[in-house]
């Protein structure tokens, strides 16, 4: 059996998280039982909720535990199988974690997913055409549920999620603004992704300056936000939110290091009788084929073309997520794993 390697997660972050948090080991892989599969990883999904599962404190899923494998999406091939529904080559989505190989059981729900990679490249079921996009979806279908012709604001808009919550709102007929960090990132948002209008939080980096430039790029206001950072964006699109606006809360990427995030002005909550719904993508598997076959579409038409940002070897994984966490990617974040 193949040697494999492993980051491990060996100490929680005080603060913000750092290599030392992570050791990287080599061992060998076991041998297969009746059923089981062995998953030959090309590519890692670095991932912002990976941040709040390395703390102890209470949240939505259980912590990661210590001095085991860094939990992780993986899509790759099959390698070795003694189950009857897989077979070597198959390539396969499932939570592999931060290795190079995994041991799945075939018949555990939810671990394997076969893919096609004939018209979609394989690491695109890591992003737009996988969880990231659900992501999107989700929180755009279900919650933002917009109209046509209305105003939908996304931050982290360069991102995995918000990237796929542009292009899907612009398929419904929205005029949708993205927030997102330096020009490079808001001419990617503008010109490759057919955002309306982009805004770059760091020429703007007060509440006010924000809240004025929301102003200019949405002069109806705004109908629907897709939240990803939290913190003074949040605040910025409360103040520029129409009557029964609707909130999106995926992620709070601006609290990751431990620290709490107040909101400014929650009385607007109710001036505005908006709805703020956070959610977790993966409590919602009912919509998860619906939603891939929308964004399987738009990938394999060339309509929606994801950028990603790859990081070369194992080895790499804990700079790129740290890098991830600071905003330094644009599209998904990827590990290649393979030559």
Request: charge should be neutral.
């Given at each position: ?175 949708v603004v993205g927030i997102a960090g330096g020009p490079d990132k808001c001419a990617y948002v503008r010109d490759e992704l057919g955002f309306d209008d982009c805004i770059d939080y760091r020429e703007h980096r007060d509440l006010g300056a924000l809240a004025r430039a929301l102003k200019a790029a949405c ?121």
């Amino acid at each position: 059996m193949p040697l494999n390697k492993q980051i491990l997660l060996v100490s929680r972050p005080q603060g913000e998280a750092s290599v030392d948090n992570f050791r990287l080991v080599q061992t060998e892989t076991p041998p297969l039982a009746e059923g089981q599969v062995l998953v030959r990883h090309h590519y890692l999904s670095l991932d912002p909720y990976m941040r709040g599962r390395m703390n102890e404190g209470k949240s939505y899923a259980a912590p990661q535990p210590l001095n085991e494998v860094m939990i992780g999406g993986t899509v790759g091939q099959v390698e070795e199988s003694r189950h009857p529904r897989y077979a070597p080559g198959d390539w396969v989505v499932g939570m592999g974690g931060w290795q190079l190989y995994s041991v799945v059981d075939g018949d555990q729900p939810g671990m394997l997913r076969k893919v096609d990679v004939s018209r979609i490249p394989p690491s695109h079921y890591l992003g737009a055409v996988g969880m990231p996009g659900v992501t999107a979806w989700y929180g755009l279908t279900q919650i933002i549920a917009p109209k046509a012709g209305q105003t939908i604001t996304v931050s982290a808009a360069a991102g995995a999620v918000g990237s796929a919550v542009g292009v899907l709102a612009k398929q419904r007929g929205c005029r949708v603004v993205g927030i997102a960090g330096g020009p490079d990132k808001c001419a990617y948002v503008r010109d490759e992704l057919g955002f309306d209008d982009c805004i770059d939080y760091r020429e703007h980096r007060d509440l006010g300056a924000l809240a004025r430039a929301l102003k200019a790029a949405c002069p109806n206001g705004i109908d629907g936000h897709f939240e990803n950072v939290g913190g003074t964006v949040l605040d910025a699109v409360m103040l520029r939110a129409n009557a029964f606006a609707r909130v999106a809360l995926c992620g709070m990427i601006a609290g990751y290091d431990g620290q709490p995030l107040p909101m400014l002005n929650p009385s607007l909550i109710l001036i505005n009788r908006m709805r703020i719904e956070g959610f977790i993508v993966s409590e919602h598997m009912e919509v998860w084929p619906q939603a891939l076959a929308e964004l399987g579409e738009l990938v394999g038409s060339g309509r929606f073309r994801p950028r990603e940002t790859v990081a070369q070897g194992l080895e790499a994984a804990p700079e790129a997520f740290l890098g991830l966490l600071k905003g330094r990617n644009v599209g998904k974040q990827l590990v290649k794993l393979v030559d």
